[in-house]
Protein backbone atom coordinates (compact mmCIF):
# COMPACT_ATOMS: atom_id res chain seq x y z
CA UNK A 1 0.00 0.00 0.00
CA UNK A 2 2.37 2.43 -0.82
CA UNK A 3 6.37 3.41 0.26
CA UNK A 4 7.50 4.28 3.87
CA UNK A 5 6.42 8.56 2.42
CA UNK A 6 3.30 8.12 0.62
CA UNK A 7 0.26 5.90 1.18
CA UNK A 8 -1.35 4.91 -2.01
CA UNK A 9 -4.44 2.87 -1.64
CA UNK A 10 -5.41 -0.03 -3.25
CA UNK A 11 -8.93 -0.73 -4.13
CA UNK A 12 -11.38 -3.41 -2.87
CA UNK A 13 -11.81 -6.13 -5.95
CA UNK A 14 -13.98 -8.88 -6.57
CA UNK A 15 -10.22 -10.60 -7.18
CA UNK A 16 -8.99 -10.19 -3.58
CA UNK A 17 -12.30 -11.75 -2.14
CA UNK A 18 -10.33 -15.11 -1.74
CA UNK A 19 -9.64 -13.77 2.25
CA UNK A 20 -12.64 -12.50 4.33
CA UNK A 21 -10.81 -9.46 5.99
CA UNK A 22 -10.73 -7.53 2.15
CA UNK A 23 -15.06 -7.18 3.18
CA UNK A 24 -13.98 -5.90 6.66
CA UNK A 25 -11.64 -3.14 5.09
CA UNK A 26 -14.79 -1.71 3.54
CA UNK A 27 -16.97 -2.30 6.42
CA UNK A 28 -14.47 -0.10 8.98
CA UNK A 29 -14.29 2.36 6.15
CA UNK A 30 -17.78 2.53 6.54
CA UNK A 31 -18.39 2.11 10.64
CA UNK A 32 -15.83 4.95 11.05
CA UNK A 33 -17.61 7.23 9.07
CA UNK A 34 -20.81 6.36 10.97
CA UNK A 35 -19.28 6.35 14.47
CA UNK A 36 -18.05 9.89 13.30
CA UNK A 37 -21.39 11.07 12.08
CA UNK A 38 -23.09 9.99 15.47
CA UNK A 39 -20.59 11.44 17.53
CA UNK A 40 -21.23 14.96 15.63
CA UNK A 41 -24.89 14.80 15.82
CA UNK A 42 -24.09 14.83 19.78
CA UNK A 43 -22.13 17.80 19.82
CA UNK A 44 -24.26 19.33 16.61
CA UNK A 45 -26.46 20.65 19.68
CA UNK A 46 -24.42 23.48 20.97
CA UNK A 47 -22.32 23.86 17.38
CA UNK A 48 -24.92 23.94 14.21
CA UNK A 49 -22.39 23.96 12.02
CA UNK A 50 -21.41 20.56 13.06
CA UNK A 51 -24.50 19.20 10.74
CA UNK A 52 -23.04 19.78 7.63
CA UNK A 53 -20.48 17.82 8.83
CA UNK A 54 -22.40 14.88 9.76
CA UNK A 55 -24.43 14.81 6.83
CA UNK A 56 -21.25 14.92 4.88
CA UNK A 57 -19.77 12.06 7.14
CA UNK A 58 -23.44 9.74 6.81
CA UNK A 59 -23.30 10.20 2.86
CA UNK A 60 -19.80 8.80 3.34
CA UNK A 61 -20.83 5.73 5.79
CA UNK A 62 -23.44 5.21 3.22
CA UNK A 63 -21.09 5.12 -0.19
CA UNK A 64 -18.93 2.78 1.72
CA UNK A 65 -21.82 0.52 2.95
CA UNK A 66 -23.34 0.65 -1.17
CA UNK A 67 -19.47 -0.48 -2.23
CA UNK A 68 -19.90 -3.36 0.47
CA UNK A 69 -22.97 -4.60 -0.91
CA UNK A 70 -21.82 -4.11 -4.23
CA UNK A 71 -18.77 -6.32 -3.48
CA UNK A 72 -21.50 -8.97 -1.28
CA UNK A 73 -22.96 -9.63 -4.93
CA UNK A 74 -19.91 -12.09 -5.92
CA UNK A 75 -19.98 -15.38 -6.01
CA UNK A 76 -17.49 -15.81 -3.48
CA UNK A 77 -19.69 -14.63 -0.63
CA UNK A 78 -22.31 -16.71 1.17
CA UNK A 79 -26.23 -15.76 1.66
CA UNK A 80 -26.03 -14.86 5.19
CA UNK A 81 -23.27 -12.24 4.57
CA UNK A 82 -25.13 -11.17 1.51
CA UNK A 83 -28.49 -10.18 3.19
CA UNK A 84 -26.29 -8.49 6.03
CA UNK A 85 -24.75 -6.27 3.94
CA UNK A 86 -27.84 -5.97 2.36
CA UNK A 87 -29.65 -4.99 5.60
CA UNK A 88 -26.33 -2.79 7.07
CA UNK A 89 -26.72 -0.07 3.40
CA UNK A 90 -30.77 0.06 4.42
CA UNK A 91 -29.45 1.02 7.84
CA UNK A 92 -27.52 3.75 6.82
CA UNK A 93 -29.25 5.30 4.01
CA UNK A 94 -31.98 5.44 6.17
CA UNK A 95 -30.45 7.02 8.74
CA UNK A 96 -29.44 9.65 6.21
CA UNK A 97 -32.54 10.32 5.38
CA UNK A 98 -34.13 10.46 8.25
CA UNK A 99 -31.42 13.24 9.13
CA UNK A 100 -32.50 14.91 5.96
CA UNK A 101 -35.90 14.61 7.09
CA UNK A 102 -36.78 12.79 3.82
CA UNK A 103 -39.34 10.53 6.06
CA UNK A 104 -40.95 8.28 2.82
CA UNK A 105 -37.79 7.58 1.78
CA UNK A 106 -35.84 7.07 5.68
CA UNK A 107 -38.94 4.49 6.16
CA UNK A 108 -38.64 2.56 2.88
CA UNK A 109 -35.21 1.91 4.19
CA UNK A 110 -36.16 0.77 7.70
CA UNK A 111 -38.47 -1.41 6.34
CA UNK A 112 -36.62 -3.23 3.82
CA UNK A 113 -33.87 -3.24 7.01
CA UNK A 114 -36.32 -4.58 9.60
CA UNK A 115 -37.38 -7.23 6.78
CA UNK A 116 -34.43 -8.42 6.51
CA UNK A 117 -33.36 -8.79 9.52
CA UNK A 118 -36.57 -10.23 10.84
CA UNK A 119 -35.87 -12.98 7.80
CA UNK A 120 -32.49 -13.70 9.80
CA UNK A 121 -33.64 -14.07 13.07
CA UNK A 122 -36.04 -16.71 11.97
CA UNK A 123 -33.44 -18.94 9.71
CA UNK A 124 -31.55 -19.08 12.99
CA UNK A 125 -31.51 -20.83 16.44
CA UNK A 126 -32.92 -18.58 19.24
CA UNK A 127 -29.99 -17.83 21.01
CA UNK A 128 -28.38 -16.75 17.29
CA UNK A 129 -31.39 -14.64 16.38
CA UNK A 130 -31.24 -12.73 19.52
CA UNK A 131 -29.04 -9.78 17.18
CA UNK A 132 -30.87 -9.83 14.71
CA UNK A 133 -33.98 -9.25 16.64
CA UNK A 134 -32.00 -6.28 19.18
CA UNK A 135 -31.09 -4.73 15.56
CA UNK A 136 -35.08 -5.09 14.58
CA UNK A 137 -36.21 -2.83 18.35
CA UNK A 138 -33.23 -0.39 17.50
CA UNK A 139 -35.05 0.33 14.11
CA UNK A 140 -38.72 0.03 15.45
CA UNK A 141 -38.25 3.52 17.15
CA UNK A 142 -37.28 4.90 13.67
CA UNK A 143 -39.78 3.60 11.66
CA UNK A 144 -42.54 4.87 14.31
CA UNK A 145 -41.03 8.55 14.20
CA UNK A 146 -40.89 8.48 10.10
CA UNK A 147 -44.38 7.36 10.26
CA UNK A 148 -45.49 10.03 12.74
CA UNK A 149 -43.72 13.01 10.97
CA UNK A 150 -45.81 11.20 7.81
CA UNK A 151 -48.81 11.51 9.22
CA UNK A 152 -48.17 14.74 10.51
CA UNK A 153 -47.18 15.84 7.26
CA UNK A 154 -50.38 14.58 5.60
CA UNK A 155 -52.71 15.75 8.12
CA UNK A 156 -51.12 19.70 7.00
CA UNK A 157 -51.32 19.07 3.58
CA UNK A 158 -54.81 18.05 3.69
CA UNK A 159 -55.97 21.27 5.90
CA UNK A 160 -54.24 22.91 3.62
CA UNK A 161 -56.18 21.77 0.82
CA UNK A 162 -59.66 21.76 3.07
CA UNK A 163 -58.48 26.05 3.07
Known sequence: MGNRHKFTGKKVTEDLLTDNRYLLLVLMDAERAWSYAMQLKQEANTEPRKRFHLLSR??????????????????????????????????????????????????????????????????????????????????????RYCAYNIGEQGSRHYTQLEN
Open 58 to 143: LRKAVKHAEELERLCESNRVDAKTKLEAQAYTAYLSGMLRFEHQEWKAAIEAFNKCKTIYEKLASAFTEEQAVLYNQRVEEISPNI
